[in-house]
């Protein structure tokens, strides 16, 4: 066998995000109930489900931008559900897409990419600038690295932002619907991106509308509707044959 295979097999085992009975309220609100989740490393998992089933609020929990109310997360080998952990190391190895792409509109294109991986791993500017400009490189915009945001199309945009989120090498890459604020013509572009950034076996968690993407590229599809998870199968057992009723009501809206 190649050993590159090998290796690659070897890796897929290692979980990364685990959700044991996870449960969380806002206030008296219980958001999410009763999780039960796992992702390994070079997993491609889409979250699937109605708007306020909690898709967005679980994604958030595994950067800690939410903490849970009781149960067990660790993430990349640190205990969430632990008070003691230092936020600012854990954040570094996780990279999070918005639908909306929060990029400093005063700055350059590639000064918003410099600019954490300056401050918050202590690279150099020229090796931040050169890790920036492989990744523009590999989301087709080197030639924006010099270009404000308001002069890109939405789609340039947010893959400006995705190359941000590389830049600072993360392990893992959350994706809340970053293709929901696109006009339609772009959401393809931004879809390629996230298909090879999958293939390359970058570990993905994907909060996605887009079908056509979750089939491809998705190794699981979690459905989730009212806080919890109703399904969590292979992409084409999910969509060939789901399981349960609301995830075949949910289906037939969408398809
Ligand atoms: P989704 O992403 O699936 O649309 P969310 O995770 O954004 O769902 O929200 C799930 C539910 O939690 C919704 O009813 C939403 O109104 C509520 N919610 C989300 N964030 C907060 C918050 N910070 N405080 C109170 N309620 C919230
Ligand atoms: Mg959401």
């Given amino acids: 066998m190649h050993a590159g295979v090998q290796f690659e097999v070897n890796r897929r085992g290692f979980l990364l995000i685990e959700f044991s009975r996870v449960n969380k309220f806002f206030g008296t609100f219980h958001v999410l109930k009763e999780i039960d989740l796992t992702i390994s490393q070079g997993?491609?998992?889409?979250?699937?489900?109605?708007?306020?089933?909690?898709?967005?609020?679980?994604?958030?929990?595994?950067?800690?931008?939410?903490?849970?109310?009781?149960?067990?997360?660790?993430?990349?080998?640190?205990?969430?559900?632990?008070?003691?952990?230092?936020?600012?190391?854990?954040?570094?190895?996780?990279?999070?897409?918005f639908q909306h792409f929060n990029l400093y509109p005063h700055k350059k294109v590639i000064d918003n990419i410099i600019l954490?991986?300056?401050?918050?791993l202590g690279m150099s500017k020229a090796e931040a600038t050169e890790k920036a400009m492989t990744y523009l490189?590999?989301?087709?915009?080197?030639?924006?690295?010099?270009?404000?945001?308001?002069?890109?199309?939405?789609?340039?945009?947010?893959?400006?932002?995705?190359?941000?989120?590389?830049?600072?090498?993360?392990?893992?890459?959350?994706?809340?619907?970053?293709?929901?604020?696109?006009?339609?013509?772009?959401?393809?572009?931004?879809?390629?991106?996230?298909?090879?950034?999958?293939?390359?076996?970058?570990?993905?968690?994907?909060?996605?509308?887009?079908?056509?993407?979750?089939?491809?590229?998705?190794?699981?599809?979690?459905?989730?509707d009212e806080g919890r998870i109703i399904e969590d199968a292979p992409a084409a057992e999910f969509f060939d044959q789901p399981k349960e009723e609301r995830a075949r009501a949910f289906l037939s809206r969408l398809l």
Avoid at 44 to 52: D, Q
Avoid at 77 to 92: C, M, P
Avoid at 168 to 181: G, R, Y
Wanted: contains cysteine; proline residues 4%; charged residues 25%.
């Fill in 137 to 224: 490189q590999r989301v087709g915009i080197a030639d924006k690295a010099d270009s404000y945001p308001s002069q890109l199309s939405g789609g340039q945009q947010q893959r400006v932002a995705i190359a941000r989120g590389l830049t600072m090498n993360p392990k893992i890459m959350l994706f809340d619907e970053p293709t929901s604020a696109l006009d339609p013509e772009m959401i393809g572009e931004v879809l390629d991106v996230m298909r090879s950034l999958a293939h390359q076996g970058m570990t993905m968690a994907v909060v996605t509308h887009e079908m056509g993407f979750a089939r491809e590229a998705a190794d699981r599809i979690v459905f989730m």
């Fill in 43 to 97: 997993e491609v998992v889409v979250i699937v489900g109605p708007s306020g089933s909690g898709k967005s609020t679980l994604l958030r929990c595994i950067n800690r931008l939410e903490s849970i109310t009781d149960g067990e997360l660790v993430v990349n080998g640190v205990k969430l559900h632990e008070r003691k952990i230092d936020i600012n190391t854990f954040r570094r190895d996780i990279g999070m897409v």
């Fill in 116 to 120: 954490a991986p300056m401050k918050v």
